[in-house]
C-alpha cells in the first residue's frame, strides 16, 4: 500500500474521531453510562464494569490501546507494553500494522511525546480499524489508560465485581487449581476439583487475589464465558470445554 501523507492522515483521525464521539454518543444514550457509580476494569476477565451499589449493570468487552502519562507527557501503545496481557492488546496491533503499511511513525512508535488530544485521537483510530463499540478512559497511576469496546451490553444477572470462588484447599495450600470455569453469568469458578469439593468447601475471593494466588492462571484470560478448563498438575497444559 502506498504511504499517507499527512494531510491524509490528518483528514483520516478527524473522521475516526467522529466515529468515536458517535459511538460514545449512542452508548451514553442507550445505557447512561454517566449515572454509574463506579466502573472497575479487569484485564484477564477482559471487561470494564460499571456498577451502583456493588452491583454490575453494563458490561464491556475492552481492549487497551495505550496509555497517557501527564507526567512525562507521553503517550506508549499497549502493544509494547507486555505488562498488558495479549488477549487485550489485539485492536492496538491493527493500528501497527496499518501504521507499517501506510508509512505512519506515530502508529508504529512505541512511545512518543504526545497531548491528552493525541491519546484521544490514537484511541479513536483504533476503535475505527476495529470496529469497535465505544471507547474510554480510566484513571491510572500518573495519567489514564486508553480502551475500546469490541462489546457493550446492560446486565441483571450480575452480583458481584470481578468476584472469584476457591475452595479451601487451595486457599490453604494443600491442593493446586485444577479446574477453573467462566461462569455465564461473570463469576469465575477456581478449584481443586477433588472430591471432598462441596458447597461447604467454597469460598469467595476477589478475582484480583485468585490470579495473584496462582499466576499460572493467566493463559486463560482469553478463555471465553461458558467455558472451564482442566488440567492434571500445575506443570500441565489446561484443556478447555464448553460448558455453556
Ligand atoms: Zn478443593
Not at 456493588?54 to 507527557?73: C, D, E, M, N, Y
Not at 476439583?193 to 495473584?212: C, M
Request: net charge negative; with cysteine; aromatic share 10%.
Amino acid at each position: 500500500m502506498t504511504p499517507m501523507s499527512e494531510g491524509e492522515f490528518k483528514g483520516f483521525l478527524q473522521q475516526a474521531n467522529w466515529f468515536m464521539r458517535g459511538l460514545m454518543d449512542e452508548n451514553q444514550k442507550a445505557l447512561q453510562i454517566d449515572t454509574y457509580q463506579r466502573f472497575d476494569w479487569n484485564q484477564w476477565r477482559g471487561e470494564l464494569v460499571f456498577s451502583t451499589g456493588g452491583t454490575p449493570k453494563v458490561v464491556a468487552r475492552i481492549q487497551i490501546v495505550g496509555f497517557h502519562s501527564a507526567k512525562s507527557k507521553a503517550w506508549g501503545w499497549a502493544w509494547a507494553n507486555p505488562s498488558y496481557l495479549a488477549s487485550v492488546r489485539q485492536a492496538g496491533l491493527r493500528a501497527r500494522e496499518f501504521g507499517t503499511e501506510r508509512a505512519i511513525l506515530r502508529l508504529i512508535q512505541p512511545k512518543w511525546e504526545a497531548t491528552e488530544s493525541d491519546a484521544w485521537a490514537m484511541t479513536a483510530l483504533t476503535a475505527r480499524l476495529s470496529e469497535a463499540k465505544g471507547a474510554y478512559r480510566c484513571p491510572s497511576q500518573d495519567g489514564f489508560v486508553y480502551m475500546t469496546f469490541s462489546e457493550i451490553r446492560a446486565v441483571s444477572d450480575r452480583t458481584r465485581i470481578f468476584g472469584a470462588r476457591t475452595c479451601s484447599h487451595v486457599l490453604e495450600g494443600d491442593r493446586p487449581i485444577l479446574l477453573v470455569s467462566r461462569e455465564l453469568d461473570g463469576e469465575v469458578l477456581a478449584v481443586c476439583g477433588g472430591e471432598n469439593d462441596t458447597a461447604a468447601t467454597t469460598r469467595d475471593l476477589p478475582l484480583d487475589r485468585l490470579l495473584d494466588l496462582d499466576p499460572t492462571l493467566t493463559p486463560l484470560a482469553d478463555m471465553p464465558d461458558g467455558w472451564a478448563a482442566l488440567r492434571e498438575s500445575p506443570e500441565q497444559d489446561w484443556t478447555r470445554t464448553q460448558t455453556g
